[in-house]
């Protein structure tokens, strides 16, 4: 059973099954052979995309399920990722010996004198090019900040002791009358600051790179053909 006109230009994107529904990847672009829808391309991560036939596909809930199993399309012939460049009729001989299909017939031509009527349309093609985002720039400067701590300081205090002179030891001390005096030095510590500059980490830019998507909103046309054949000579089915 082909797959209509309608269900081949909703294929982008979708993601393809084998027969038994394995998960094969989405499909990336659509190839014609002979005129027709004949093969996709199929997006599965790698530099290569491998070729599917369309030929016995359908499309199953949403997805594309192809008539082969896994490692036969992953091993098909491929062609670069992104590339829209019509197959040549050596890529196409190679795909049908991989599949063991039968060549599919051109269709057939219109009488000289009539002209092919050419259906386009458009395709959104979507790429990433790098350009500046501003400049990061690492400074320092000096900030002056409060710093309250304390010390344990030293000093000397003075007191008067008084002893008795008893009977005992009265001999010993002569018995002065007069004015006299008495110095001690004393001794104090005061508070001392001084500053040392010490290193105290490195710093450095770096950079990492951080990939995101980003949403896309565009518009692409497709051109339409309506036939307008008159009821007696259309072909009967």
């Given amino acids: 059973m082909e797959l209509t006109e309608q269900q081949v230009r909703s294929l982008?994107?979708?993601d393809v099954q084998d027969r038994s529904g394995a998960k094969i990847g989405?499909?990336?672009?659509?190839?014609?052979?002979?005129?027709?829808?004949?093969?996709v391309s199929l997006r599965t991560g790698g530099r290569q995309e491998p070729m599917a036939p369309l030929g016995n596909?359908?499309?199953?809930?949403?997805?594309?399920?192809?008539?082969?199993?896994?490692?036969?399309?992953?091993?098909?012939?491929?062609?670069?990722?992104?590339?829209d460049i019509p197959l040549d009729a050596e890529q196409t001989a190679r795909?049908?010996?991989?599949?063991?299909?039968?060549p599919r017939q051109a269709p057939q031509r219109v009488p000289q004198g009539h002209e092919d009527l050419i259906r386009s349309e458009e395709r959104l093609r979507v790429g990433t090019e790098s350009q500046p985002a501003g400049k990061a720039v690492l400074r320092k400067h000096v900030v002056t900040e409060n710093v309250h701590t304390t010390v344990p300081v030293e000093h000397d205090e003075v007191y008067v002791e008084r002893e008795p002179i008893t009977a005992e030891n009265a001999g010993q001390v002569r018995a002065d009358m007069g004015e006299s005096q008495q110095e001690m030095p004393l001794r104090a510590e005061r508070p001392v600051v001084a500053k040392?500059?010490?290193?105290?980490?490195?710093?450095?830019?770096a950079k990492n790179e951080v990939v995101e998507d980003q949403p896309i909103d565009d518009q692409v046309r497709h051109e339409e053909v309506e036939a307008n054949i008159p009821e007696s000579s259309r072909r009967r089915r």
């Fill in 26 to 39: 989405s499909v990336r672009q659509v190839w014609a052979t002979a005129g027709y829808p004949a093969w």
């Fill in 57 to 83: 596909a359908q499309m199953m809930d949403g997805q594309l399920m192809v008539a082969y199993d896994k490692a036969t399309v992953t091993s098909a012939p491929s062609v670069d990722a992104g590339t």
């Fill in 95 to 102: 795909l049908y010996q991989h599949y063991q299909m039968q």
């Fill in 196 to 205: 040392d500059r010490v290193p105290v980490e490195r710093v450095h830019l």
């Fill in 12 to 14: 982008y994107g979708k």
